[in-house]
């Protein structure tokens, strides 16, 4: 059974994924054939698609991983992206090729480095049920999804929205607050002095601060359990 099929930006070829673990490339024009089948997948071929320059097809698979190929050799590029617990329904890049969006039968979607192939950030967690169906917005900025809950989700995926989830994450953390708990390397302190300048830029940053936890604590604890390992 073929499960995914997809034109190249430019109509000339298309690629579909199959029960039978491979990818195959078509001529548009004529039906025909190009080269002999994408083997990698350890498992049934759910989702294909091409990057937005026809360069790169991306798949997902029911052996829980994606993998980028060579639209032009076949070849795979780079080892195959796992970080999903189960099979991969749905896979989409980004509309600038820099991002991949994949959603899940674990329930989540990921985003990964088209580039390198390594996830960024968390599992974008929401849905009750498998996530089906994965795709940008336009401008790149959203994700929407469908699942067998029976809904769609949008997700911000902005830039602006990653460095929001981080200052959250951080907001009470030494990395922010007292770098020189976790190392004595000014080159470190810096990096830290910058990033808590721009979370201090956020709003809900100032409205929070006088409910913070002390961090003095905390600190002390970072130095002790690295004292165990001979870093402290």
């Known amino acids: 059974a073929v499960l995914s099929v997809a034109f190249s930006p430019d109509g000339q070829r298309i690629v579909s994924g199959s029960f039978d673990n491979t990818l195959r490339l078509w001529d548009a024009n004529t039906g025909a054939p190009i080269g002999a089948p994408l083997a990698g997948h350890g498992d049934a071929v759910l989702s294909v698609a091409f990057s937005p320059d026809g360069q790169r097809i991306v798949s997902g698979s029911f052996d829980n991983t994606l993998r980028l190929w060579d639209a032009n050799t ?90 929001d989830l981080a200052c959250r994450r951080l907001q009470y953390h030494p990395l922010l607050n007292q770098p020189e708990t976790i190392t004595p390397d000014p080159a470190f302190h810096e990096v830290a002095a910058r990033s808590r300048a721009v979370c201090q830029q956020r709003a809900w940053w100032r409205s929070t601060r006088s409910n913070q936890v002390p961090t003095n604590w905390f600190g002390s604890l970072i130095h002790r359990v690295a004292s165990l390992f001979g870093q402290g």
Do not use: C, E, K, Y
């Open 74 to 163: 076949g070849a795979p590029i780079g080892a195959p992206l796992a970080g999903h617990g189960a099979a991969v329904f749905s896979v989409a890049f980004s509309p600038d090729g820099q991002r991949i969006v994949s959603g899940s039968l674990d329930n989540t979607l990921r985003l990964w480095d088209a580039n390198t192939g390594a996830p960024i950030g968390a599992p974008l967690a929401g849905h009750g049920a498998a996530v089906w169906s994965v795709a940008f917005s336009p401008d790149g900025q959203r994700i929407v999804s469908g699942s067998f809950d029976n809904t769609l989700r949008l997700w911000d995926v902005s830039p602006a929205a990653w460095t």
